[in-house]
């Protein structure tokens, strides 16, 4: 049986509830106190369009609990882009029907650098 779920960008008002059982989840693999997100770090996480999905919140809220020291998980630690984000479309989907996880994978990385070019053409100073 397949279960489809929706993309994060679609229900940014779940993310909280999700980035906070990951950190409750992780808090207690890594035998850590439990950490909590501050109102703007919450933000930031709901206006980011989350390409990698759960998997790249989860990876994400892992950093954050080895690199935070205090209990608040503030916005600044977040590494996510910052500015104003292509809203995604339909033309920029990626069809998963019919790709193995490897075809998948190379169509996120793909589009993955592919934005990341377009996004920051110009802007590497030395």
């Not at 809203?87 to 592919?114: L, W």
Request: hydrophobic share 35%; proline share 8%.
């Amino acid at each position: 049986m397949r279960i489809q779920t929706p993309p994060l960008r679609e229900i940014t008002e779940d993310i909280p509830v999700i980035a906070k059982h990951f950190l409750a989840k992780h808090c207690g693999h890594a035998r850590r106190p439990l950490k909590d997100f501050t109102p703007a770090a919450i933000q930031s996480l709901k206006n980011y369009s989350w390409p990698g999905n759960a998997w790249q919140l989860e990876n994400e809220v892992k950093r954050l609990i080895a690199s935070v020291r205090g209990p608040l998980i503030a916005d600044e630690p977040l590494e996510l882009p910052r500015g104003t984000a292509e809203p995604v479309g339909q033309d920029r989907e990626i069809s998963y029907d019919g790709k193995t996880i490897d075809g998948v994978i190379d169509a996120i990385e793909r589009r993955t650098v592919e934005d990341a070019l377009k996004n920051n053409t110009g802007t590497n100073k030395r």
